[in-house]
């Protein structure tokens, strides 16, 4: 397993093209990705961006791909967080969220004013700094 995605990995790097399939992909993930930042800007009064880190992902496939769905709750958790005065203020500090593929598990942290939302396939379970589960508001307030 190892190996195949290093294999990926370098055909990325050597710059092998994305298929139809993984383009159309991606260009579907941005657009929900888009209305649901749009939403939560509009119920917190912030102006966030959002993204997928493509590159963090060793390859992609829009068929068998299960980030989209964990990525859009944690931005639907965000919204969730400003309905508290602290909380509001502290999404609208936020300048972007950023979706990235991880496999060290799945969980968020801060990068300056960006909030990195890792998503290990593998490994679902929402971790935060306690042991435990999580859900995605109470691992996001915990680091904001």
């Not at 590159?55 to 309905?83: E, G, H, K, N």
């Not at 909380?87 to 909030?115: D, I, N, P, R, Y």
């Amino acid at each position: 397993m190892k190996t195949l995605l290093l294999l990926l990995v370098a055909a990325a790097q050597a710059g092998v093209t994305d298929t139809v399939a993984q383009r159309n992909g991606w260009a579907e993930y941005e657009r929900s990705l888009d209305a649901k930042i749009d939403a939560l800007n509009a119920t917190c009064g912030a102006h966030l961006t959002g993204d997928y880190d493509k590159d963090s992902y060793p390859t992609f496939d829009p068929i068998q791909d299960r980030t989209q769905s964990a990525c859009q709750q944690a931005v639907d958790a965000l919204a969730t967080v400003c309905a508290t005065p602290a909380g509001k203020e502290a999404v609208q500090q936020l300048k972007a969220t950023s979706c990235k593929f991880s496999t060290q598990g799945t969980g968020v942290h801060l990068k300056g004013a960006v909030l990195v939302i890792g998503i290990d396939p593998d490994n679902s379970s929402i971790r935060g700094k306690q042991p435990g589960g999580y859900s995605w508001k109470t691992a996001i307030e915990e680091i904001l």
